[in-house]
Structures are given as C-alpha cells and as structure tokens.
C-alpha cells in the first residue's frame, strides 16, 4: 500500500488544481473566463493554481488578443497529462483497497 | 476512512468536471417530441396543399407545371416547411433554456458554441445544396438531402452532447438513404425522419434523464 501513496501528487492535493486539470484533459484548451465559470470561484484563487501548474509544466499558456481583449487560453502539456493520469491510478487503487 | 472518503469526493468531482466541461447537456427530450410533432403536422398540411393521399407517389411531380416550378403550390409548400422550421428552432432554443436553468448550468458557454458549430457545419452544406437541388430542377432529391445532411450534422455534434444523438444521427442518414432510393415517397420518408424518430428519441431521452 505504501508505493501507491507516494504515487499520489502531491501537486494535485487542492481540489482547485484538480479540477484544472480534469477540465484541460477533456477539453484541446480553455480560456480563463471559462475556466472561471466552470470551478465557480474568484480570480485570484485561480489565477494563483494556474501559476502553480504553470510552473510544474503541467499546462501551457498562451496569450492572444480577441479585436482589443487581451484572451489568455491554457491547455494540458503531455507531461502534465501523464501526471494527471497517474494521480487517477493511484486513488482508485487507493480506494479499491480500503474498500475491500 | 475520513481519507478514503475525500478521495472518493475527488474523483466524482473529476468526473463532473470532464463531462460538464466538454459536453453541451441541457438537452430536452420534451423538445424532441414537440419537434416531432410539428413535423407531422407540417407534413400533414403538406398532402393537402398538394391534395393527394399519403399513399400516392409522386409528390415532386406535382411540384412541376411544364418544367416548371409551380408558382401556386411551390411557395406554399416553402413557406409550410419555412415556418415548421422557426417553430422548431425556437422550440429546441427555448427548451434548452429551460432545462439549463433547471439543471443550474449555462445553456450559453464553450461547450454550446461547439456543439452548434459542429451541427452548423454540414447543414449550411446542407442548405446550399438543396438550393442547388431546386436550381437544377431535381425536386425530388430535396426531402430526403435534408434527411442526410441533418444525419451528418447530429453525427457530427454528437461528440460535444449527451451521446444518444450519435444513434438519432446514424438513424436519420439510414432514412435519408431511403428517402433517395424510393424518391416518389419523399414526403413520408421525411415525416418518419424528422417526425417520429424525433418523438420517439425524445421520449427515450425523456424517460433517461428528466424522469
């Protein structure tokens, strides 16, 4: 039981970055605003876990203008699919075992 | 347990996550079946704009007056199917509202724009085709393009929706197919396409989800 504790991330410990990530792996990119409305909660909150994955290199930015709005969209990086992935493995054995 | 119980919450809220974030739910079937019906109905005023019986072939025959488009019955039958046609977008639009509301989620966001994008795509094709259809005089081909192209359109957005859509697709391109090879029966193939199979999707969807 123990090997699979240390599988778990400790990187996807909030529910925030979670969340992130659960909407980056089944969506090509999303943009802030959308983001935002998905997890319901305040910019700055967001914008602080974003820069945490940002800086793991678990998702990319990229900065575009829409006419005159400044869009900043972000997407999943392979490296942080693969994280993300087996953070996922991890608990559900974690959880097959307790349960039995 | 306290721990087993917090990985548990973690995981359904993944999986909340990924559906509600990719795909455009508040679909309703109540609007399927309501779809459906205005269908028949159009239909219905169809066989008696042109006065014939359902089981008489040759509906697009009676389109034409010496090669030409009929200028008493032609525009009637467009502005039945024209009208037929807001009347069910609104319904779709105005259903969808509803249940979002009901379901406590955005009916306008990403996941609403890809999925009409998706549907847009081929029945713009679509229409364009069948006004190159009535240019070139091939009447009969109109009814059962609508068929095929709304097949593709729902097969095509099915991947950003609930996944049922997938089978009403598939289901409209096999009448559609049909509706070509027997072209006489158009009309009919048409009111099966867009009308029952519409109801009885939507009361799958119905009885699935809203029940």
């Known amino acids: ?100 | 347990m306290d721990k087993n119980q917090e990985h548990l919450e973690a995981i359904r809220d993944i999986r909340t996550l990924m559906e509600r974030s990719s795909r455009f739910l508040p679909l309703s079937g109540l609007s399927g079946i309501l779809i459906g019906v205005w269908a028949l109905v159009c239909t219905a005023i169809a066989y008696s704009l042109l006065g014939i019986s359902i089981q008489d072939p040759g509906y697009h025959t009676l389109l034409l007056e010496n090669g030409q488009l009929s200028t008493s019955k032609f525009p009637l039958l467009l502005a039945d199917f024209m009208v037929v046609l807001i009347i069910a977008l609104s319904t779709g639009m105005f259903m969808a509202m509803r249940k979002a509301k009901k379901m406590n989620l955005p009916v306008w966001d990403a996941t609403a724009r890809r999925m009409l994008t998706n549907l847009a795509i081929p029945l713009v094709a679509g229409g364009l085709y069948c006004l190159i259809l009535l240019y070139r005089g091939e009447i009969s081909l109109i009814a059962p393009a609508t068929l095929l192209f709304y097949g593709l359109a729902l097969l095509n957005a099915s991947k950003y929706t609930i996944n049922e859509m997938r089978f009403l697709g598939i289901l409209e391109i096999s009448t559609g197919l049909l509706g070509t090879l027997f072209a006489d029966f158009g009309l009919l193939f048409w009111a099966l396409g867009f009308g029952i199979l519409h109801i009885v999707y939507g009361i799958l969807i119905y009885y699935k989800y809203e029940k």
Do not use: C
């Open chain 1, 1 to 100: 039981m123990k090997n699979y504790i240390d599988d778990i991330n400790k990187a996807f410990e909030s529910r925030v970055r979670l969340g992130i990530m659960s909407i980056l792996m089944v969506n090509d990119f999303m943009d802030f605003p959308s983001l935002k409305e998905q997890l319901q909660i305040t910019d700055g909150n967001l914008a602080s876990h974003l820069a945490a994955l940002e800086k793991l290199e678990y998702i990319s930015v990229s900065k575009q203008f829409i006419g005159k709005k400044p869009n900043t969209s972000y997407a999943a990086t392979d490296i942080g699919r693969k994280a993300f992935s087996e953070h996922l493995n991890a608990l559900e054995r974690l959880i097959s075992i307790s349960g039995q």
